[in-house]
């Protein structure tokens, strides 16, 4: 009797301990601003003028995890292509893609807009990104509202990130990965050595 509640505790400190490990999807970094019908201009080329787009960084607080959506505020546009893609920061600027999101491609109406990665897509703890927002479409223009912070916006033409001195309204979503403490870690190495206990006894061989 007291073999098998010493097991049970191993297993209930396991599964609590465990249970600490993934936090419920949590907003990050919330800039919405309000929905207008102008902003920051992300459009593709035409005439002589070539395509332009915007970044709008963001940073990861003190628990990493994974990004499960971004939301940003649009003023429309016209002519499809519109995309979201993540970007590691290098120098306070967009550096490497690191992943694409799926969403409306024509944004046509001012409105809040959800995009979801396409892949799954970790992000570390105090680690700043960007999202980047570009046109793909023949002569297609869309307007990226402005945020509530001054800054953290940048567009480029095709001759280097330029600062906007504003932002972009975006909300970045993600599910938060809690770092276990040394205490945890062995609380749940005993819930596991209890589990493989409980396995091994209930396969083992009667004895005759």
């Given amino acids: 009797m007291k073999m098998k509640r010493t097991t049970g505790t191993l297993i209930t400190i396991g599964a609590l301990a ?13 800039n919405l601003g309000s929905i207008e019908e102008y902003g920051l201009e992300v459009f593709s080329a035409y005439s002589t003028s070539p395509a332009t787009s915007v970044a709008m960084s963001f940073t990861v607080g003190n628990t990493g995890g994974t990004l499960t959506s971004v939301v940003v505020g649009l003023g429309g546009g016209y002519n499809g292509g519109f995309g979201l893609k993540l970007y590691s920061a290098g120098n306070d600027l967009p550096l490497s893609l690191l992943g694409g999101l799926s969403g409306e491609s024509t944004p046509s109406s001012p409105a809040l807009y959800t995009y979801i990665p396409t892949a799954p897509t970790s992000l570390a703890a105090n ?39 504003a932002s ?14 040394p205490s945890e870690w062995a609380a749940i190495s005993f819930g596991v050595l209890g589990l493989v206990y409980v396995a091994k006894r209930r396969f ?5």
């Fill in 18 to 30: 465990l249970s600490q490990l993934t936090a419920p999807a949590a907003v990050i970094y919330d």
């Fill in 127 to 165: 680690t700043t990104y960007f999202i980047v927002a570009s046109a793909g479409g023949s002569e297609s223009l869309y307007s990226w509202n402005f945020g509530l912070a001054q800054t953290g916006a940048y567009a480029n033409d095709g001759s280097g990130w330029i600062d906007q001195v």
């Fill in 168 to 181: 972009a309204s975006m909300q970045v979503n993600a599910d938060l990965s809690a770092v276990p403490e």
């Fill in 204 to 208: 083992m061989p009667a004895r005759a």
